[in-house]
C-alpha cells in the first residue's frame, strides 16, 4: 500500500536514488530499462525543482549519464565516493584514489572472483572506486551464507567497507556515504534552503535518510529493504506519484 506525502513543501529539493527505486531491477545492471518517459519525467521533475534535483546511486557516473543521456543530471555516484555538483564540477572523495582501491581490494576481488567461477549468472562489476558482486542473475539463485560474509569482513582493510543491498555485495571506499553526500548538496545552490526530500530502497540510503530526517526533510523508502515515513511498494508506484507531482498541479 502507497502512503505518500500529502503535499511538497512549497520549496522544496529532491534526491533519488536509482535501482530499485526509479527503475526496477534487472539481471544484469545495464539492461535496466530507462524508457523515454522516465527521461522527460527527469527532465520536467528538474524544471518544477529549479535544478535543485540529484540522483544519488551506488552506480559509477559514466555509467548513470550513460543510462540517461542526454540528461546531466547532478548526481552522488559509488555511494557518495563521487559527486557532480549541480555547476557540473566532479569532486572525488578524500579517502578514495583508484591504484590504493585497486591494491586494497585485491583479496575482495580474488573471493568475488571464486564466486563468479563457481556460480553460473553471478557477476562482477569494478567500478574502479568500488567493487560489485552481482547475484540477482545466479542460475542456483545462489547467494553469500553469513559465513561467507562474515569471512569477508575479516579480511577488509580498515579503509574499505561492505555493503549488502538488493543481491548485490560492494566494496567501496569508507569516510563518504550516501549521507555526506546529500549533506554537501544541501551546503549549495540551489539545494540550500530547500527542504530536502530523498526517495531509496536500500541499506545504503539509509544514511541519507537520516539526514534528511534530522534536517526537517520527507523521507520516502520503496519497497520493504528500509524503513521510512512514507513508502512506496515499488518503483512503478513512485514513478506514478513523480509524474503527478511533475505534470499535475501541486508545485514542488
Ligand atoms: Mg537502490
Known amino acids: 500500500m502507497s502512503v505518500c506525502p500529502e503535499s511538497i513543501p512549497p520549496k522544496a529539493c529532491l534526491f533519488l536514488d536509482f535501482d530499485g527505486t526509479l527503475v526496477d531491477f534487472a539481471p544484469d545492471p545495464q539492461s535496466v530499462l530507462v524508457t523515454p518517459d522516465l527521461l522527460c519525467l527527469l527532465a520536467t521533475l528538474t524544471q518544477r525543482f529549479e535544478g535543485a534535483l540529484a540522483l544519488v546511486t551506488g552506480r559509477a557516473l559514466g555509467d548513470v549519464d550513460g543510462l540517461i543521456r542526454p540528461l546531466q543530471l547532478p548526481v552522488a555516484a559509488l555511494h557518495g565516493t563521487v559527486r557532480r555538483d549541480a555547476k557540473g564540477t566532479t569532486l572525488i572523495g578524500t579517502n578514495a584514489s583508484i591504484g590504493e582501491f585497486a591494491a586494497s581490494s585485491r ?18 562489476e569494478d567500478k574502479g572506486l568500488a567493487l560489485a558482486l552481482h547475484f540477482r542473475g545466479a542460475r542456483s539463485r545462489w547467494t553469500p551464507t ?23 555485495v560492494e566494496v567501496r571506499c569508507r569516510g563518504d556515504d550516501k549521507g555526506t553526500a546529500v549533506e554537501a548538496f544541501l551546503n549549495e545552490a540551489p539545494f540550500r534552503d530547500r527542504v530536502p526530500i530523498y526517495i531509496g530502497d536500500d541499506v545504503a540510503d539509509a544514511r541519507a535518510i537520516e539526514v534528511v530526517e534530522r534536517r526537517g526533510g520527507i523521507a520516502i523508502a520503496v519497497g520493504d529493504r528500509i524503513d ?4 512506496f511498494p515499488d518503483p512503478s508506484a513512485l514513478r506514478h506519484w513523480l509524474t503527478h507531482l511533475a505534470f499535475g498541479r501541486e508545485s514542488p
Not at 583479496?107 to 562482477?124: A, T
Not at 521510512?228 to 513508502?231: D, K, L, N, P, S
Request: charged content about 25%; glycine content about 4%.
Open 107 to 124: 583479496r575482495i576481488r580474488e573471493h568475488f572472483q571464486y564466486w563468479v567461477d563457481q556460480q553460473p549468472g553471478v557477476m562482477l
Open 146 to 168: 553469513r559465513d561467507d560474509l562474515a569471512e569477508l569482513e575479516s579480511i577488509l582493510p580498515p579503509e574499505l567497507e561492505l555493503i549488502c543491498g538488493a543481491l548485490v
Open 228 to 231: 521510512a515515513r512514507f513508502h
